[in-house]
């Protein structure tokens, strides 16, 4: 079975412009997870969805981010402007009903100029 | 606010010895535990989850969960080089599996 699948792998981009990292989860899994990863403040929850509905951003840092889940097998994570304090590593993870494991993709790298 | 602490380390054992890898929480409703492991580079692998107090073995790798003192631990036997990575202790407190991460141990292993 393939895995989370996240794109672009890494990104690189000026500040201001906007940047849209995407997530395909494990197919048959119903909750997915946004996170991001920095030295300074670790693995951070930004929003989380179970089957396609936003549960909690309470994560989310600011309005210059947003999510999206319009279907069960993709996810958007939108940053709009980006700043150089969004630069991070992005992981999504998912998780089937019932259970509690998470299996999180490969990451974004994220570097913001 | 909800909070998972760890020892940032780095905690460097010799090859063959045991590691013990601690984290306290402070939600005391919590209910599920979890270690996860990461590579430099990678992404998080889940390695062990426990939710009764007592011990869980799998392998080298031994959970220890004491509710009362709202803490867990992970145990490595036999530490191998290739066991060196960031530990991540997370929680999951809220019943939709939101875990709330530590900041993670990380584990050097030196022949």
């Known amino acids: 079975d393939a895995g989370v699948i996240q794109s672009p792998r890494h990104e690189v981009t000026e500040m201001g412009q906007e940047v849209t990292l995407r997530c395909k989860p494990i197919s048959g899994h119903n909750s997915l997870f946004w996170y991001r990863q920095t030295m300074m403040r670790g693995l951070e929850l930004l929003i989380y969805f179970n089957n396609n509905v936003p549960i909690d951003d309470s994560g989310m840092p600011e309005d210059r981010f947003s999510a999206k889940m319009p279907n069960a097998s993709f996810s958007t994570l939108k940053i709009q402007p980006s700043e150089p304090r969004d630069s991070a590593v992005y992981f999504c993870a998912s998780t089937r009903a019932g259970q509690e494991t998470q299996y999180f993709g490969p990451g974004t790298r994220l570097l913001v100029l | 606010q909800k909070e998972v602490e760890q020892n940032s380390g780095p905690l460097s054992v010799p090859e063959g010895a045991i590691a013990s890898l601690n984290c306290t929480y402070s939600?005391?409703?919590?209910?599920?535990f979890f270690w996860y492991r990461q590579y430099s580079g990678k992404s998080p692998e889940l390695i062990m989850s426990?939710?009764?107090?007592g011990d869980k073995e799998d392998g080298r790798f031994t959970a220890q969960l004491n509710k009362a003192s709202q803490y867990v631990s992970l145990l490595i036997r036999d530490s191998q080089p290739s066991d060196s990575a960031t530990y991540l202790c997370a929680v999951n407190s809220d019943g939709y599996n939101k875990l709330i991460f530590g900041a993670g141990t990380r584990l050097a292993v030196h022949p």
């Open positions: 426990i939710y009764s107090n």
């Open positions: 939600d005391r409703g919590s209910q599920s």
